[in-house]
């Protein structure tokens, strides 16, 4: 299972295997490089490469080097010529671009679709409860509206607290998934919420709330002797 931020009363996961979220991984990283950055300039070397920085025509110390300097505005310059082409010859590119998506069109055409269902998760919600429904032989009688209205209104999930989030192409703990309260029933109004996948997967088909009341003992217990060690 994935660990949390270690900033406190952060929802969010780890980032690649650090101790932070990538939002508080990110800000940290500002922080870090604006110190090294004044640093640099203080000693007069280059933030690329640390050579020594050249002299500017008003006297002063840059912040780069000759040969960072001479790459930067080559860059640069490119950067506009490729804006020019761009411009120059829009046409041509829209008629190879619309000649490689109708010689690519099935392939287009399902990642347009992944693309959809990652932006509307009523949609892919709907269509996989639907699925299930249709090949278990259960009742079904959802619409979109529905599974909007059950998305709760400030984005956590009702049991983990975490924040929900839409997942493109592979499911997280965090995923928005449709639970069926009483797994016998189908997928009615009434009877489904939508909850993170980390909450379904402990959830499973577990209907009886004494099997979690003991759960939750065993687990106050088991802390609370390992705090007391």
């Known amino acids: 299972m994935p660990k949390l931020c270690c900033i406190t009363g952060c929802p969010n996961f780890v980032y690649k295997k650090r101790r932070l979220c990538k939002q508080h991984y990110n800000e940290r990283e500002q922080i870090r490089r604006a110190a090294c950055r004044d640093t640099l300039k203080q000693q007069g070397l280059c933030l690329h490469c640390l ?18 300097s001479d790459h930067k505005n080559e860059v640069e310059k490119n ?3 490729a804006k020019k082409y761009r411009i120059d010859h829009a046409e ?37 409860a639907r699925n299930r429904a249709r090949k278990e032989g259960l009742r079904f009688d959802l619409t979109e509206k529905d599974i909007h209205n059950k998305i709760p209104r400030d984005g956590k999930c009702p049991i983990t607290g975490f924040i929900l989030c839409r997942n493109k192409g592979k499911v997280g ?46 687990l106050e217990s088991f802390l609370g002797k390992k705090d007391a060690t």
Request: proline share 5%; with cysteine; aromatic share 8%.
């Open 173 to 218: 703990p965090n995923s928005m998934t449709l639970d069926r309260i009483n797994p016998k029933l189908g997928y009615t109004f009434d009877n489904v919420e939508v909850i993170s996948f980390l909450a379904n997967t402990i959830k499973q088909d577990v209907s009886d709330p004494e099997i979690f009341l003991r759960l939750a003992e065993y």
């Open 92 to 128: 041509v590119i829209r008629n190879k671009a619309r000649e490689r998506r109708s010689n690519n069109l099935e392939k287009f055409r399902a990642r347009d679709h992944a693309n959809y269902l990652a932006w509307t998760p009523e949609k892919a919600l709907l269509k996989s």
């Open 51 to 68: 050579k020594p920085a050249k002299l500017l025509s008003n006297g002063k110390i840059g912040t780069l080097c000759e040969t960072c």
């Open 79 to 81: 950067r506009e010529s």
